[in-house]
């Protein structure tokens, strides 16, 4: 091998290790606690990025929310309680039929069995809004409400289309909120719909699906406001300018569908969670391109979260794989470096 050549090969190697990979941290990563048998679907990190909460990690007769410390993984406590959302203060916390202020242990607003449960949920960035799928239950003729986080009065309500999943821009004025073949964008004050985003047609694949279209399940804004990412039931990821109301990139990702999306903090990647094949992505945002892909467990990612300083990401997930080749029994909390 000529020397010129050594060096080709040198420099082509650096260059593919210096963009953006997941690596998994063994010595963080490991599994918090080490052994579950539950589905795991909920994770968030606090905004000062030393508290995970997760949905509850052990077999027992109730769900529950646990806390955690970042990064070691100490328990810290649980409450029970089906987690919907937790704003980024960790001082609100929505439950499937509940909303909690944790600092000061009152519940702002109780459902009742009539009223029906909350589900898909988004909140500000200065945790003052919270919007949730509303339905007949809440608001009715609206699919989407804003509520006031300290008294749960209702700023507004909009939508008729069933929600896949919400996100509120940085600002707190606008919301994203992904549905069938489009995501829409509302003013949070007036419930006023301001772009139809709507999804490209695509070739149908009938071994695969017999429509044209497909449910965007995953919505996310990126930090700096000008990006949507959204992700859907059949693989493909969208990436939106926000004053443009234009897409700007496409990415086939897998036949498994993208559950969970998330911008890292300086709105440079994108990371996904697929269901079907359990795997965590790195795209950059800028240009679509796929960065890094890990398997990281057989029953499928249900959420992530990046770190606030963005250099880790954070995954619960059921049984499965780690990086590693080696296999866990049990739902566990998986952290990721994300190398620059």
């Given amino acids: 091998m000529s020397r010129a050549f050594a060096v080709a090969l040198t420099l082509l190697a650096a260059t593919v290790n210096a963009q953006p990979h997941l690596v998994f941290d063994h010595k963080i990563g490991t599994e918090w606690p080490p052994e579950s048998n539950r589905w795991m679907s909920f994770v968030a990190v606090n905004s000062d990025g030393q508290t995970v909460a997760s949905d509850e990690s052990v077999l027992l007769k109730s769900d529950a929310l646990e806390f955690w410390t970042f990064p070691d993984g100490k328990f810290l406590r649980k409450m029970d309680g089906v987690p919907r959302g937790i704003s980024p203060d960790f001082r609100y916390l929505v439950l499937e039929n509940q909303i909690l202020d944790l600092r000061s242990g009152k519940r702002i607003l109780a459902m009742t069995q009539k009223r029906g449960s909350l589900d898909v949920v988004a909140f500000s960035a200065d945790s003052e809004l919270i919007a949730v799928r509303s339905g007949p239950h809440l608001v009715k003729g609206s699919q989407v409400a804003i509520l006031r986080t300290a008294d749960a009065s209702v700023v507004s309500s909009f939508g008729t289309r069933f929600v896949c999943a919400m996100a509120f821009a940085p600002d707190g004025q606008t919301i994203a909120t992904g549905h069938w073949n489009n995501v ?8 006023g719909r301001l772009a139809l985003l709507m999804s490209p047609p695509r070739k149908v694949d009938p071994e695969r699906y017999d ?13 700096d406001g000008k990006l949507i990412a959204a992700g859907s039931d059949d693989g493909e990821l969208q990436i939106w300018d926000v004053a443009a109301r234009k897409l700007i990139h496409t990415r086939s990702l897998s036949w498994a569908g993208v559950t969970a999306a998330a911008f890292s903090p300086d709105s440079s990647l994108i990371a996904t969670g697929s269901y079907e094949d359990g795997t965590l992505r790195l795209v950059e945002s800028a240009t679509g391109k796929l960065l890094s892909e890990i398997q990281v467990s057989m029953f499928g990612v249900g959420a992530l979260a990046f770190s606030p300083d963005g250099k880790y990401l954070v995954t619960p997930s059921n049984e499965g ?8 029994r049990g739902g566990t909390i998986r952290v990721f470096r994300v190398e620059r």
């Fill in 211 to 223: 429509r044209d279209g497909r449910y965007l399940g995953a919505v996310a804004m990126s930090q």
């Fill in 321 to 328: 794989m780690l990086n590693n080749g080696k296999y866990s």
């Fill in 184 to 191: 829409t964008l509302w003013d949070v004050r007036t419930g």
